[in-house]
C-alpha cells in the first residue's frame, strides 16, 4: 500500500478517498506497506487528528508494515538509479524492491504516472485502484 490510498481513506476530502474504499472492500489479499510510504502518509496527512487515525490503522496492523534492513538498502538504491530518467523517490523504491523480495504483483497506489513505469522482474505491477 503506497502512501496515496493511506490518505484518501482517512480523509474523506480526498478526490480518491471513494475509489480508495471500494477498492479496499475488493481485496482479499493481506495490506502491507513499508515505513518510507508511511512516513510520506503522515506528512501528506498534516494534521495530528488525521496521523492519529494514521496511527490507529498502523496498531491494528492493517496495513501491516513490511520489514526493510540494510540488505535492502543496495536493491533499493539499484531502483532509483534504474528509475533515474522517470525519478523514483524512496516511498516508491522501497514498496517496489518489497514487491520483487516478497513476490508481490498487486499495488494499491493512486500513483499511476509512476507505478505503470515500474516493473517487478520485468512485469508491469496490478494496481488498485
Known sequence: MDAGPMVALLSARDRHHRACRTALRRVREELVTVWPAVTEAMYLLGTSTAQDLLWGM????????????????????????????????????????????????????????????????????????
Open 58 to 129: 498502523l496498531l491494528e496492523e492493517n496495513p501491516r508494515i513490511l520489514p526493510l534492513d540494510s540488505g535492502d538498502m543496495h536493491g533499493m538504491r539499484l531502483l532509483m538509479r534504474k528509475y533515474s530518467d522517470h525519478p523514483m523517490d524512496l516511498a516508491d523504491a522501497a514498496l517496489v524492491h518489497v514487491a520483487e523480495r516478497d513476490d508481490i504483483r498487486k499495488i494499491f497506489t493512486i500513483d499511476r504516472a509512476d507505478f505503470t513505469v515500474y516493473r517487478v522482474r520485468g512485469r508491469a505491477l496490478s494496481l488498485l485502484p
